[in-house]
């Protein structure tokens, strides 16, 4: 993993990340533009929610288009946790674990602007069992499998990356600087990776499908759990799609 010299994030960038992403999403082809103010009810496909929204002339519902990790972003903390804890409880049983994870997560990416769901990918695709002591054979260390040469920036307060709040502060970090430095969510996660030339892993190009398959997994279930339709249970009728 390639980073910025080591330090705190200045709130100023703080505050870019998530936008940041978002654009990258969308140039990458993972995200559609969101309308400006979207309706109470929406259905939820895959990368996109169907909002439903009156028509001009009758009155009636035509789904539009939102952008479904804008739509995490706005949700609440307090809506996230729950959804996240029983997402990461299918590969622990450690529940104080788990909830300890979950806790860590929502707060880097409040802190840091990262969405959770991309924080969550990272973390399953490193460590899929939750081993906060796990370490790799070249060195790398905890549930986000951070390299200790990374250990020690300010904003997280320590250096013990089999801590989990440490870890997850550190892999989220080196994450936040790599979208803000990089034209592709996949060429941040290619970073985050290690992956240049591929000569010591010759796969780790499939590195940033994984991620982002599974950030995807996630955001689904999260919006779902909390109020959103999923496809299969929306009403059938047709859809509009919004322009770009």
């Known amino acids: 993993m390639r980073i910025a010299p080591r330090g705190g994030v200045t709130k100023a960038c703080e505050f870019t990340v998530m936008g940041t992403l978002v654009l990258l999403l969308v140039m990458s082809g993972e995200g559609l533009q969101v309308p400006d103010a979207p309706t109470e009810r929406a259905v939820l496909t895959d990368g996109v929610i169907l909002t439903a929204s009156p028509a001009a002339d009758t009155g009636a519902a035509v789904p539009t288009l939102l952008d479904s990790l804008r739509a995490e972003s706005r949700l609440p903390t307090v809506a996230l946790r729950r959804p996240l804890e029983r997402y ?9 674990l788990v909830r300890r994870i979950s806790v860590a997560v929502l707060r880097e990416s409040r802190r840091q602007q990262v969405p959770p769901s991309l924080i969550t990918a990272v973390l399953l ?18 549930l986000m499998q951070v390299m200790p040469f990374h250990a020690g ?6 250096a013990d990356l089999v801590d989990v709040d440490s870890n997850i502060c550190h892999g989220t970090l080196i994450l936040a600087r790599n979208l803000r430095a990089t034209n592709t969510s996949a060429a941040a996660l290619l970073r985050y990776n290690g992956c240049v030339r591929g000569t010591n892993t010759p796969d780790c190009w499939r590195y940033p499908n994984k ?6 997994v996630v955001r689904r ?15 059938s009728r047709p859809v509009q799609l919004a322009a770009r």
Do not use: H, K, W
């Open 153 to 158: 920036a300010r904003l997280c307060n320590s």
């Open 125 to 142: 695709t490193e460590n899929t069992t939750l081993r906060p002591d796990a370490e790799s054979s070249v060195g790398a260390q905890g």
């Open 211 to 216: 991620v982002l398959a599974r950030a995807s």
């Open 88 to 96: 990461l409880g299918r590969f622990s049983d450690d529940r104080l």
């Open 221 to 235: 279930e999260i919006l779902a759990s909390t109020g959103v339709m999923t496809a299969d249970q929306a009403p």
